[in-house]
């Protein structure tokens, strides 16, 4: 192996020199921005992450998510070996392309384009084979390269094969460099063979170049040779120069937001540099879009998260608002995200944004004395807070006041159960500050916490029990309670678990809706399951777990028109009703009241059929 | 002679009907229930003339004066254009031709367990303006336990203008329902205390404004401006009211012995199955789409096919009479031509 050229320089180098020094500076000065964007004690947490050997785990992740794509390959195997194929692709070339330099010429280790045109300065020697072996490595791997864009070409074509029933809908940047990166490698097989003679090559290069020598016997000089070096380069350098103005940004942001999320920083405000690059980590693959309620049945494309982010990408406030404020916060698209791009979170930022200093004052009067009847306080006060000595609280929840049939039914278990209890809020009480807080109120919502913390430590139970999966959410998280926190299929599984209730079995066939807070949102899949079990015959849907279905009627999505709720409740309940249960059960208000709504099928929450069937 | 197939015995069936057999034509009044007379043949009084409901039917059915053929406990099974006429196929495999079919299919009362937080079919004493119509006839309006209501709430727009029922529209008759049944109410039990939970008050035709007057002048009827939130019950099996005052800006609470929900009216499902059968269109209120709005009012798009009363939208019945009087005109001048 040896160097052909005295020079160790050609003007087509140029256009990939330049994208190169143009990516490189705008990655420096990207880098700088979010770290200084970012909170005090954030920078802090970056820093003892990056020193410490959390840092291996965090590279471990890098090259299992941004390299192999480990999350697509669960998803489909042909769109993870797609996926793979570029990236590890990629990475495997200009790795074998710097061993080269570094074994074979290691003085020209400082000039940047060496090992991507290495085949243009150095030549195999008849004498030397040292070079074989890497020969042989870079043509397989571009082999395993060009197989990828096959199946990327074959993809825009037939995107089921992929298991996409939908995919992104790509803008003039996005198109420019997505052709730019499917000309790169094709180019770089072209020129490779073409210079197989000259410079050698193994046995796609070397094969390719002397099946085209067969047809014509050219020779370097002439004229259409060298173009080809010049278009892989000017492809090169245009995919470089259009890297932060498309989807394909999150190459350099991903392994940031990584080792971000690893060193345990979160996006609470807007604007704090996690957030920057959580946005631009979305590389707009799509598989946000077929998991998404609003785009398949509601016909909102808009508000997918995928769009969402780039509203957000191009300072499209007005958008990126209507898109958070019809969003079910179902995390339906987290789940399913391969990045784990959080867009709940951010869409509570978004949400943020839009209230106004009027409301939040509106909770200011819980602070004010109880006395003093001016304020609505006195009609608000819980009603059972007088019965201290009791085992559980039972808070049914504003939106259970709405199915009465629910806390009817729970009051029957706990009488049955012979445990003592307070009906806390039988006459009424304050918002848990959930709904609050998905309204982007954080102020009123730390206000309510505050109330209600106040209210229920004062009572000494062991156990607080609620009717409502939203409230059950943020008893569990936001609060810090005194007792342990339940919701009622956790409950009454247990109370059937200890004995203290019996049930008489039925034959009646249950098909059970999870709801998005207690099951996706708070991981009860199992509690709810076992106590309906023990009840009727329960059937299993293609929905169960974290495939369960939004109902429509979350109390997130506050912009979100009923009539395309009631399409989407009208979907769930068609997809779950298949096998022609007797029930649908759910253990959720929300869930309950949009399904009754379409009329199709008796629905219930699972602590009335307990209730129906105590021995 | 040419022959009509009016579809639901409702005062606007009874009426077209009775028009055009005077003209001399052929009227099949195919009713599914076994008696005619709709909704209103379940009504004690009528507003704004308290008028009872049962004379206002007889004078109909008198006109009628069995004239038409009516066919009870039959449905619509199938029904499809054959050459310039229609066939019909009714239950019990009964088979008609006719040329011109008349669509009075009405309404459905909205099913007042869909607002579950009002607890209809939960606790004992909430019961729909329908039940109590059905008390005022058999003279016996009193709570579950029997004793006779001592305060007494109305719950105006049940299922009505309510985007989360899927209804937007305002049904148009139960602002002036609950108006009469108030005062029905205070005239049985001049003691009895009763509140009626209002929106607007749509007192828009003749007579209502007097109505609504001396409700308040004359029965001492108590007016308040919201919605009601959620209803529970109490020991004593009471209802327990949370509503707000909007006019005072005060949250609100209420207990009332008696709940009265003013279930609107919604599309009937009769209809919606002759939909497709006929090529007929809903609009989004769920209710027929007419040709036009204000020229057109009785076409369907399906030539042949006509509309009368509440199947296009709430109606009065004054209104749905003229109505069907409209439509029935109508029919004989297509038949003629």
Redesign the interface.
């Known amino acids: 192996m040896q160097e052909r050229l005295a020079s160790s320089f050609d003007p087509f180098v140029l256009p990939y020199t330049i994208g190169l020094v143009f990516i490189l500076t705008y990655l420096f000065i990207a880098l700088i921005r979010v770290v200084k964007a970012l909170p005090n004690d954030d920078k802090f947490k970056l820093l003892k992450h990056i020193f410490s050997l959390k840092i291996f785990k965090s590279g471990w992740e890098i090259f299992m998510e941004c390299l192999l794509h480990r999350k697509i390959w669960k998803k489909n195997w042909t769109l993870g070996y797609m996926h793979t194929a570029f990236a590890f692709g990629w990475f495997l070339l200009i790795i074998w392309g710097h061993l080269e330099v570094n074994i074979f010429a290691p003085h020209r280790l400082n000039l940047p384009w060496y090992p991507i045109f290495f085949r243009y300065f150095m030549m195999e020697t008849e004498t030397t084979l040292q070079g074989s072996f890497f020969f042989f490595m870079m043509d397989l791997t571009l082999l395993y390269v060009l197989s990828g864009l096959v199946l990327a070409i074959y993809k825009r074509f037939r995107r089921k094969a992929f298991g996409m029933k939908r995919t992104t809908k790509l803008r003039w940047n996005d198109q420019v460099a997505m052709y730019a990166l499917w000309a790169i490698f094709p180019l770089r097989f072209l020129a490779e063979s073409f210079y197989s003679e000259i410079s050698g090559g193994s046995f796609l290069t070397a094969g390719v170049g002397s099946i085209f020598h067969w047809f014509y016997n050219f020779t370097e000089n002439e004229i259409y040779i060298r173009p080809i070096w010049w278009a892989y380069s000017i492809s090169l350098g245009v995919f470089f120069i259009m890297l932060p103005w498309s989807r394909y940004t999150h190459i350099l942001s991903e392994p940031l937001f990584i080792i971000m999320r690893n060193a345990g920083i979160r996006e609470e405000h807007r604007n704090s540099g996690y957030g920057k690059v959580e946005i631009y980590s979305c590389s707009r693959c799509g598989i946000c879009l077929d998991p998404c309620q609003l785009v398949s049945v509601a016909s909102l494309r808009d508000s997918a998260a995928i769009n969402y982010t780039r509203h957000l990408r191009l300072w499209k406030s007005a958008k990126a608002h209507q898109a958070a404020s019809t969003c079910l916060m179902c995390n339906r698209c987290t789940k399913a995200c391969p990045v784990g791009v959080d867009t709940a979170a951010l869409k509570l930022n978004t949400k943020h944004e839009l209230v106004n200093l009027h409301t939040e004052k509106q909770y200011d009067y819980l602070n004010t004395s109880v006395k003093d009847i001016s304020t ?1 306080l006195n ?1 608000l006060t819980l009603s059972g807070a007088e019965a201290t000595d009791v085992d559980v609280i039972y808070f049914a929840g504003c939106m259970t ?5 629910t806390k ?1 039914a729970m009051t029957k278990i706990l009488e049955a159960s012979g445990e003592r209890f307070n009906f806390i809020d ?3 009480s304050i918002c848990c500050g959930r709904p609050v807080l998905l309204a982007g109120a954080r102020k009123s919502a730390d206000e309510l916490i505050k109330k209600n913390t106040e209210l229920f430590n004062q009572i000494h139970a062991k156990t607080l029990v609620t009717s409502c999966p939203i409230c059950y959410k943020f008893f569990k998280e936001n609060y810090a309670l005194n007792m342990r926190v339940l919701h009622h299929s956790q409950y009454i599984q247990e109370l059937l678990k200890i004995g203290k209730i019996k049930i008489n079995p039925t034959t009646a066939k249950i098909v059970f809706h999870d709801p998005c807070e207690l099951g996706r949102n708070s991981g009860v899949y199992d509690e709810p399951r076992e106590v309906l079990k023990s009840v009727g015959q329960l059937q299993s849907t293609a929905y169960d777990g974290d495939e369960s279905l939004c109902c429509g009627h979350s109390i997130a999505a506050e912009a979100l ?3 395309k709720r ?1 399409v989407m409740s009208d979907d769930v309940v068609e997809k779950l009703t298949t096998n022609n249960p007797d029930i649908l059960a759910t253990a959720c208000p929300a869930c ?2 949009a399904f ?2 379409t ?1 199709k099928i008796e629905v219930k929450d699972l602590a009335e059929i307990v209730a129906e069937n105590l021995v | 002679m040419k022959s009509i197939a009016i579809i639901g015995a409702g005062i606007a069936g009874i009426e077209a009907a009775s028009r055009l057999s005077k003209q001399g034509h052929k009227v099949y009044l195919i009713e599914k229930n076994p008696e005619i007379g709709g909704h209103v043949a379940q009504w004690d009084r009528l507003f704004p003339s308290q008028e009872e409901a049962e004379i206002v039917l007889n004078d109909l059915i008198k006109n009628l004066n069995n004239r038409a053929e009516v066919l009870f406990n039959s449905e619509v099974q199938h029904c499809g254009k054959k050459d310039r006429q229609f066939e019909i196929i009714l239950t019990g495999n009964k088979n008609l031709l006719v040329d011109v079919i008349l669509v009075t299919t009405g309404f459905d009362t909205f099913r007042a367990q869909r607002k579950e937080e009002y607890g209809y079919g939960i606790y004992e004493n909430v019961i729909t303006s329908t039940d109590l119509e059905q008390m005022f006839k058999k003279h016996n309006v009193v709570c579950k336990n029997g004793n006779p209501p001592k305060r007494l709430a109305f719950v105006h727009c049940v299922g009505s203008r309510d985007e989360k029922v899927g209804n937007r529209h305002c049904s148009k008759v139960c602002c002036a329902t609950a108006v009469k049944q108030a005062c029905e109410i205070k005239e049985l039990y001049p003691d009895c205390e009763v509140f009626n939970l209002y929106m607007d008050l749509r007192m828009f035709d003749r007579h209502f404004e007097d109505m609504y007057h001396e409700a308040q002048s004359k029965y001492y009827v108590n007016f308040i401006r919201g919605r009601l939130s959620e209803a529970g019950e109490n020991k004593d099996h009471q209802v327990v009211l949370k509503t707000e005052d909007t006019l005072a800006g005060k949250p609100l609470k209420l207990t009332v012995d008696l709940l009265v929900l003013m279930t609107g009216m919604e599309a009937c499902d009769t209809q919606k199955t002759l939909n497709t059968k006929l090529g007929l269109r809903s609009d989004t209120d769920g209710f027929l789409s007419t040709k036009d709005v204000f020229t057109q009012n009785n076409f369907s798009n399906t030539d042949g096919v006509f509309f009368a009363g509440t199947c296009t939208g709430p109606k009065t019945i004054p209104e749905t009479l003229a109505d069907a009087r409209a439509a029935a005109s109508l029919v004989n001048a297509y038949l003629m031509s």
């Open positions: 609505p009609a006041h709405l199915t009465p049939a009817l039988a006459e009424g028109p009923y009539r009631r309950k009241k009754s709504e009329n």
